[in-house]
C-alpha cells in the first residue's frame, strides 16, 4: 500500500510517497508553491521517480498553506499536525523542531511518543522567514542557496537590527553603500532571523534535542547562528524541507488503515 503526502507551502510544492511500512519510496520539490503547477508537477515527479501510478496510491492528503486549493487530495490536514509526525519520523529523539519556510516560523515541542504538546508559530510578518532571506539575497545579488558559503567567511557579524523586511532591506542597502564585507553583512541577516527563530523556540520552552525543518534548514548559516543563540546543537536531516509532505503521507497512512 503506497500513500502520498503534499506539502503546499508559500515558496515551494513537496510531494512524498511512502509504502505500508513507513519508508520513503519517493520525494519530489518544485521550487514554486501554492497557486502555481508546482503542487501537481511535484506529485508527476514524486510518482515517476516511485514507478508508480496515481492509481497505485490508496491515499492522499494536502497539508501546508495551499491545502485548500489540491483538489486531488483525499483529506487535509494542518500542518503542525503533519510537521510533528514527519520530524518524529526523522528524528524519533526530537523534542523541540524549528520549522522555517517561506512565509512563517514554527516552534514544536514533542512528546517522547511523538505527540505534538505545544507550538508558538509567527505567520503575521516576513521577519525570519525564508522571504526574509529571498528578499535580502536579491539586494545582495546572489542566489539564496550562496548565502551560507559566504557566512563562512565572516570574521565579525554586522548586526541587523531592523527586524520588519521592508525596514532591514534599507538598512542593508546602506551597509552595502558603506562598503562592509559582504560575509559580514550576511552573518548579520542570518542573525537576525536565527534570533526570530530563538525567541520563538524560548516561548514554548527548549528541549535537547532539536530538529530545525523547512526550507531554511538547507541555510547551514542559519542554524550555525542558532546553534550559538541557544548555545545548544540543532540536528538538520536531508528530509528537512520534506517533514510536512512526509508527515501527510504517513497520517494517510494511518487513517486509510
Ligand atoms: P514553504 O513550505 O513555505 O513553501 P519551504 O519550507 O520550502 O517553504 O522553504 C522555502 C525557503 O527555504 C526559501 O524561501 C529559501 O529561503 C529557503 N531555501 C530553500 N532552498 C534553499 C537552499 N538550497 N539554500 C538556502 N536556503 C534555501
Redesign the pocket.
Known amino acids: 500500500m503506497f500513500t502520498m503526502g503534499v ?1 503546499i ?4 510544492s ?1 510531494c512524498v510517497i511512502v509504502d505500508g511500512e513507513s519508508k520513503i519510496i519517493s520525494q519530489a520539490l518544485i521550487p514554486v ?1 501554492t497557486g502555481t503547477s508546482g503542487p501537481q508537477r511535484a506529485v508527476e515527479a514524486a510518482l515517476e521517480a516511485a514507478g508508480l501510478s496515481q492509481m497505485q496510491i490508496s491515499h492522499v492528503i494536502a497539508t ?2 495551499g491545502r485548500n486549493t489540491f483538489e486531488a487530495a483525499d483529506e487535509r490536514v494542518s500542518e503542525l499536525s503533519c510537521h510533528a509526525k514527519g520530524s518524529f519520523w526523522i528524528f524519533p529523539e526530537v523534542r523541540t523542531v524549528i520549522d ?5 516560523v514554527k516552534a514544536l515541542s514533542i512528546s517522547p511518543e511523538g505527540a505534538l504538546k505545544q507550538f508558538a508559530m509567527n505567520d503575521k510578518c516576513a521577519a525570519g ?3 526574509f ?2 528578499v535580502m539575497s536579491r539586494i545582495l545579488e546572489m542566489d ?2 550562496e ?2 558559503e559566504q557566512d563562512e567567511k565572516a570574521d565579525s557579524v554586522v548586526p541587523v537590527s531592523s527586524t520588519c523586511v521592508v525596514f532591514a532591506e534599507s538598512e542593508v542597502i546602506s551597509h552595502l553603500s558603506k562598503n562592509v564585507p559582504i560575509p559580514n553583512l550576511i552573518a548579520g541577516i542570518h542573525q537576525s532571523a536565527a534570533s526570530r527563530a530563538a525567541n520563538l523556540m524560548k516561548r514554548i520552552g527548549v528541549e535537547n534535542p532539536i530538529l530545525m525543518t ?3 534548514a ?2 547551514k548559516g542559519v542554524v550555525r547562528s542558532l546553534e550559538r543563540q541557544l548555545d545548544m546543537q540543532v540536528k538538520t536531516s536531508p528530509y528537512s ?1 520534506f517533514a ?1 509532505a512526509l508527515g501527510a503521507a504517513l497520517i494517510a497512512q494511518e487513517n486509510h488503515k
Open positions: 506539502d507551502g508559500s515558496a515551494s513537496k508553491g501546508g498553506y522555517i519556510g517561506g512565509q512563517d522567514t525564508g522571504r532571506l529571498d539564496v542557496s548565502l551560507s523547512g526550507g531554511v538547507n541555510n524541507q510536512g
